[in-house]
């Protein structure tokens, strides 16, 4: 089971840290995910890193403002999301699968989601 948490407000330009909490075995085994989804949108991926945490992948939207991490020890992923923007405003869910890659297909459980809303 995946847990976000860390969602809220923000004015535009201001930071939000989202924190993946993972119960049960396998969190380290497993590449974590960052997707996001706007109202009418299509879900889409926001970064990634391996179970290791020695490589990450960003979509161009977000990279250099949002840095993805994780603490194994603990079970726990995080998404830091810097300089944000209006079009940022989403559902943000974390999730895990086997691989490092930027789609849906990629990760099989995930977290329900938490809100984030940037006003300018």
């Known amino acids: 089971q995946l847990v976000e948490s860390g969602g809220g407000s923000v004015q535009a330009g201001g930071s939000l840290r989202l924190s993946c909490t993972a119960s049960g075995r396998g969190f380290s085994s497993a590449a974590l995910a960052w997707f996001r989804q706007a109202p009418g949108k299509e879900r889409e991926f926001v970064g990634a890193?391996?179970?290791?945490?020695?490589?990450?992948m960003y979509a161009d939207s977000v990279k250099g403002r949002f840095t993805i991490s994780r603490d194994n020890a603990k079970n726990m992923g995080f998404l830091q999301m810097n300089s944000l923007k209006p079009e940022d405003t989403a559902v943000y869910y974390c999730?895990?699968?086997?691989?490092?890659?930027?789609?849906?297909?990629?990760?099989?459980?995930w977290g329900q989601g938490t809100q984030v809303t940037v006003s300018s």
């Open positions: 890193i391996r179970r290791s945490g020695g490589e990450t």
């Open positions: 999730a895990v699968g086997a691989g490092l890659v930027a789609h849906t297909w990629g990760y099989d459980h």
